[in-house]
C-alpha cells in the first residue's frame, strides 16, 4: 500500500477536464512540496510538475498542478487521446527519511 | 543531450547479487544527487535510494537497507546500485535519476530507461 493515496483510474472523453487527486499526511505533502509524473508503458518516467505547480520546459499548459494542505491534484484540460498515460504523485517524507510514491492513476481517455 | 543509461540487469536466484550501473552524460553528474527508483511489473514506482553529490549522505527504502548499498564515482560519471540477499519482491525495473532535494523539494527530474532484474529460482 503506497503512502500517497490516488484512484487507481480516471477517465475522460477528448476536449473534457479531468482531475487526479493525491492524498497524503503531515510528515510528507503537508510539509513538503509534491512533484507528478507521466508514465507510458515501456518507458521512463517524465517529470509533469515539481514544487506543486511548475512545470518544466515542454509541458503544455493544458496541464495544472496544485496542492493545499495534505492533498495535491493534477488537472488536465483540453484531454487528448494522447495525454492516456499512468501518472504519479510524489513528495518527501520526513518521518520516513524517504521518497514516497502514490500508487499511480492510470487515464484512459474514451 | 542528456542521458542516463542503466545497464547491470538480469536473471538472478533468490539469495544472488547483482550490481546495477548508470553512466550519465549532459547533466553536471559531479554536483548532482542521484537515486535509483523501480518499478515492479504491474505495480507503480517506488523510490530505493539517494546517494548526495560528495557521498556523505546515502539513504534507502527500509526494505533494502543492509541489502542494497548505492555507491557513485564522479571521475566516471557513474552511479552504482551493489544488491545482495535479492528475495522475488526485488523484481522489478530499476531506473537511475538525477535528484533535486533540498529544504523540503525533493524529485527526480531526469530518468534513464532503466534496466530489469528479474529474481527467480
Known amino acids: 500500500q503506497s503512502v500517497l493515496t490516488q484512484p487507481p483510474s480516471v477517465s475522460g472523453t477528448p476536449g473534457q477536464r479531468v482531475t487526479i487527486s493525491c492524498s497524503g499526511s503531515?510528515?510528507?505533502?503537508?510539509?513538503?512540496?509534491v512533484n507528478w509524473y507521466q508514465k507510458f508503458p515501456g518507458t521512463a518516467p517524465k517529470l509533469l510538475f515539481y514544487t506543486n505547480d511548475k512545470r518544466p520546459p515542454g509541458v503544455p499548459d493544458r496541464f495544472s498542478g496544485s496542492k493545499s494542505g495534505t492533498s495535491a491534484s493534477l488537472a488536465i484540460s483540453g484531454l487528448q487521446s494522447e495525454d492516456e498515460a499512468d501518472y504519479y504523485c510524489?513528495?518527501?517524507?520526513?518521518?520516513?527519511?524517504?521518497?514516497?510514491f502514490g500508487g499511480g492513476t492510470k487515464l484512459t481517455v474514451l | 543531450e542528456i542521458q542516463l543509461v542503466e545497464s547491470g540487469g538480469g536473471l538472478v536466484k533468490p539469495g544472488g547479487s547483482l550490481r546495477l550501473s548508470c553512466v550519465v552524460s549532459?547533466?553536471?553528474?559531479?554536483?548532482?544527487?542521484m537515486s535509483w527508483a523501480r518499478q515492479v511489473p504491474g505495480r507503480g514506482l517506488e523510490w530505493v535510494s539517494s546517494?548526495?553529490?560528495?557521498?556523505?549522505?546515502?539513504r534507502y527504502r527500509d526494505s533494502v537497507k543492509g541489502r542494497f548499498t548505492i555507491s557513485r564515482d564522479n571521475a566516471r560519471n557513474s552511479l552504482y546500485l551493489q544488491m545482495s540477499s535479492l528475495t522475488v519482491e526485488d523484481t522489478a525495473i530499476y531506473y537511475c535519476?538525477?535528484?533535486?532535494?533540498?529544504?523540503?523539494?525533493?524529485?527526480?527530474?531526469?530518468w534513464g530507461q532503466g534496466t530489469l532484474v528479474t529474481v527467480s529460482s
Open positions: 510524489a513528495a518527501w517524507d520526513d518521518s520516513l527519511n524517504a521518497g514516497v
Open positions: 503531515s510528515s510528507n505533502i503537508g510539509s513538503n512540496t
Open positions: 535519476g538525477r535528484e533535486i532535494r533540498s529544504s523540503g523539494r525533493w524529485e527526480i527530474d531526469y
Open positions: 546517494i548526495s553529490s560528495s557521498t556523505i549522505s546515502k
Open positions: 549532459g547533466l553536471p553528474f559531479s554536483i548532482s544527487s
